[in-house]
């Protein structure tokens, strides 16, 4: 009886391990459509080796995967248009707390899973979102109205008069969204 398989498995394991890690580290929910189909197809080769014996051209189909994979996140911090056309933008989804129902619409989903979604980040009242996005990684991001906002020490602080600072006029995260441009203070080389 051959036992080869067993070493090949390891090897494969291995070999799997140190190419994933070079992919980088994220979880499911934040990996991008590139990604995800790169990490699939990683998955679905690296399995067939031991039944065609073909370990050294599954390694090497994987190595190529990861570094397709690099030059694809490589290229979406060096190009804005093309972040945009792998990866996708943030959608509104709430503003001023009414709902965008065309964007909503656009996003394939429902009232009932925005509201289920924004209850599980501690939301009751969507009257009390400022401003509520799609990210493109498929989570919500959200902004209070000021009436909804937790107290912060800051705040706590001006009320007590124990600190006097003037509040600055910055622009939100959600502005950059609505304005589909990115906030002046972020390095251009980052963007």
Do not use: C
Request: net charge positive; proline share 3%; glycine share 6%.
């Amino acid at each position: 009886m051959e036992l080869a398989w067993i070493w090949k498995s390891i090897f494969i394991v291995f070999a799997g391990m140190i190419l994933l890690r070079f992919a980088g580290r994220k979880s499911i929910s934040q990996m991008s459509v590139a990604t995800t189909v790169i990490m699939i197809s990683i998955g679905t080769t690296i399995v067939q080796p031991i039944a065609n014996h073909a370990m050294w051209i599954a390694v090497g189909s994987a190595t190529m995967f990861i570094i397709s994979l690099i030059i694809i996140e490589y290229l979406q911090l060096k190009y804005d248009w093309f972040e945009k056309l792998m990866s996708g933008r943030s959608k509104v989804l709430i503003e001023n707390g009414q709902i965008n129902q065309h964007n909503l619409r656009s996003m394939r989903m429902t009232v009932d899973q925005l509201e289920m979604r924004l209850r599980q980040n501690g939301v009751s009242n969507i009257s009390d979102v400022n401003t509520a996005t799609l990210e493109p990684n498929g989570q919500i991001g959200y902004e209070l109205m000021r009436h909804a906002k937790p107290v912060t020490i800051g705040d706590l602080e001006r009320i007590l008069g124990l600190k006097l600072e003037s509040t600055p006029d910055q622009s939100t995260l959600f502005q950059e969204v609505k304005s589909n441009q990115h906030a002046s203070s972020i390095d251009p080389k980052l963007q």
